[in-house]
């Protein structure tokens, strides 16, 4: 059964900086392309940015040149580095496998808000 443990977020004021983390059980990232999605309230969940397998990324405009996604394959994680946080980043940041067998799975999510 595919298992995606995202953490990390919290409560972060603008400008800061968070780090989330998504684990991966069974092997996954050795035969998946990753995502990370985010989900603001009254809002369509869209795509943030994406990591192929063999580590390629591409990236939302909207966070282009502040976030950062990243993968070990050998410790089954994903990570999504976030700077210069916005209000507007505010979200429910979700991990998705995007390609393969177990592709359309997701995590169950984790709480960024980014207030003053």
């Known amino acids: 059964q595919v298992q995606l443990v995202e953490s990390g977020g919290g409560l972060v004021q603008p400008g800061g900086s968070l780090r989330l983390s998504c684990a991966a059980s069974g092997g996954i990232l050795k035969r998946s392309a990753m995502g990370w999605y985010r989900q603001a309230p009254g809002k369509q969940r869209e795509l943030v940015a994406g990591i192929t397998i063999g580590g390629t990324t591409n990236y939302a405009g909207f966070v282009k040149g502040r976030f950062t996604i990243s993968r070990d394959n050998a410790k089954n994680m994903v990570y999504l580095q976030m700077n210069s946080l916005k209000f507007e980043d505010t979200a429910v940041y979700y991990c998705?496998?995007?390609?393969?067998?177990?592709?359309?799975?997701w995590g169950q999510g984790t709480q960024v808000t980014v207030s003053s």
């Open positions: 998705k496998v995007m390609t393969g067998p177990e592709a359309g799975s």
